[in-house]
């Protein structure tokens, strides 16, 4: 072999090389880039369809990472559910962490505003028939169409006793009045901001416990008024359209302050399974 004939191998292998590392960079860089979706994960955030058992397997992966579950969370709604080994989750936590630090630590801190105030359940016992009790499920976003077609932003808690005014309704978390009296569609209701920032609403109520103020402080168990069936009219008072219930929502602000529901069944089924600690009577689930 002659000096000519090693001079266009050796050329031959540095091309080789060169493009394999070209090819290798350009995957690196691809999987940096998009390691991390802020557009799935914001509106897989919203949905919030995620196991109890998953939760619970994420949590037990953090801590023996020394991570919060959160930002596990945040990088599985990032993949829209399609990866659920918590292993692999926390690697792809470290990477969106580290190439994607902005859009990860969004969704982490709605993540946190959504879930770190959450004390109790927003439901208490009713006085008068310790056997009176309540139901929930998952109907984010299913069908609603007084005033127009929407989506149902919330989480109907619904009496087994259908009457006004007997059962309690508490603060799930400490916060601030931001807003109380009158809508249409709400009737009688309450919103209060906590302090991750997460705007709790409560809808529907029979009356209030005491006049309420904008700006006023609660805490997580404060009695805000009772369950009843107000709404879907103009006119303040109006009862009747609907089965006595609570509706239970939760909102946060994005980065550019637009106001975005969360489907808040998963907060509400904690709160009920963490609810122990509350007297409640014979209270069921569906």
């Known amino acids: 072999m002659n000096f000519r004939h090693v001079r266009m191998l050796l050329l031959l292998f540095t091309m080789i ?30 949905e919030h369809r ?46 969106a962490k580290r190439y994607q630090p902005q859009a990860y630590a969004r969704i982490c801190g709605y993540l946190s505003a959504v879930w770190d105030d959450l004390e109790r359940f927003p439901v208490g016992t009713v006085a008068s028939d310790g056997n009176a009790g309540v139901s929930f499920a998952d109907s984010w976003m299913q069908s609603r169409n007084f005033g127009g077609e929407r989506g149902h932003e919330g989480c109907d808690i619904m009496a087994s006793v259908n009457e006004r005014g007997i059962y309690p309704i508490y603060s799930v978390s400490d916060g601030v009045v931001e807003n109380v009296g009158w809508l249409r569609l709400g009737g009688y209701r309450i919103g209060i901001r906590s302090p991750s920032g997460a705007y709790f609403y409560y809808a ?15 805490l997580a168990g404060t009695h805000l008024g009772y369950m009843g069936d107000t709404g879907y ?54």
């Not at 919060?68 to 990866?83: I, N, R, T």
């Open 204 to 218: 529907h109520l029979a009356e209030y416990a005491k006049e309420f103020e904008v700006g006023e402080t609660v």
């Open 233 to 286: 009219s103009d006119i303040p008072g109006t009862t009747g359209n609907f089965p006595v219930h609570l509706h239970f929502g939760i909102y946060i602000n994005d980065e550019n302050g637009q106001e975005l529901s969360v489907n808040p069944y998963p907060m509400v089924l904690y709160l009920w399974e963490q609810q122990g600690k509350y007297t409640f009577g014979e209270t069921k689930r569906q």
């Open 50 to 95: 995620v196991s109890g058992e998953l939760l619970a397997r994420m949590q037990e992966e953090a801590e023996e990472k020394g991570m919060s579950e959160k930002e596990l969370l945040a990088v599985y709604f990032a993949e829209d559910g399609s990866v659920t080994d918590p292993g692999q989750l926390a690697v792809e936590a470290l990477y």
């Open 17 to 46: 090389l060169w493009n394999v590392l070209i090819n290798a960079w350009i995957l690196e860089r691809t999987r940096q880039i998009n390691c991390f979706s802020y557009e799935t994960a914001l509106y897989s955030f919203r």
